[in-house]
Each structure stands twice: as C-alpha cells, then as structure tokens.
Nanobody, 122 residues
Framework: QVQVVESGGGLVQAGGSLRLSCAAS????????MNWYRQAPGKQREYVAG???????DYVDSVKGRFTISRDSAKKTVYLQMSNLKPDDTAVYYC????????????????WGQGTQVTVSS
C-alpha cells in the first residue's frame, strides 16, 4: 500500500503566496514522477505541474511563471510554491505519484492524495 498526503492549503488574498507539500509513504517503492492537479467548483480536474526523476518540470500555461514545482527525493516529497495567486486559482489541489517497485523502471500505478483546498479571495 502507498499513501499520498497533501498539505499546505488555505485562504489567501489575491497576490499572495502558498506552498503546498505532498508526501508519499508505504512499502518499498520508487517514484518516477510527481504531479499536481486541481479541480475548481463545477469544472473538471486539470493538470497543473509535474516533476520527474530527472528533475524535468512542466507547467500548464496558466500558472507558468507563478508556480514552481520541486522535489525532495530523500523525503519522497514534492512541493508546489504558488506566488501571485489569483481568484481563478481557487480549487482543490491533488497530488499524483507515478510509482513502481524498487529495482524496476516500470510504472505500475498512479496514486492520488485526498486533496487540499486553496481559496484565493479578491
């Protein structure tokens, strides 16, 4: 079993900043990539940012230049530093981990956290 847990959400005024954290724990495994998604009220879940085991990063255009994703491999943790937040960033943010067994290079599953609420007031 693998568990993924997000934290760091909250209420912030437009223009403010938040840092989200996501930690993976459980039986022996390796992480190939970790990603952030978000889902706003009445909308489908969308990809926000991701980082792979080679530290290659990717962002959706709407957050590029404002959000930074990074990872701490020893802690099996990924962070999302969010700056210059806008009301349109309001959503539940979900962490996704692409995981495989130790000693392999094969992703066997995508694991999701329960989400953390980010609310940006105008």
């Amino acid at each position: 079993q693998v568990q993924v847990v997000e934290s760091g959400g909250g209420l912030v005024q437009a223009g403010g900043s938040l840092r989200l954290s996501c930690a993976a724990s459980g039986s022996a495994f390796r992480i190939f990539a970790m990603n952030w998604y978000r889902q706003a009220p009445g909308k489908q879940r969308e990809y926000v940012a991701g980082v792979d085991s080679g530290d290659t990063t990717d962002y959706v255009d709407s957050v590029k230049g404002r959000f930074t994703i990074s990872r701490d491999s020893a802690k099996k943790t990924v962070y999302l530093q969010m700056s210059n937040l806008k009301p349109d960033d309001t959503a539940v943010y979900y962490c996704n981990a692409e995981i495989g067994p130790l000693g392999t290079n094969h992703v066997i599953g995508d694991y999701w956290g329960q989400g953390t609420q980010v609310t940006v007031s105008s």
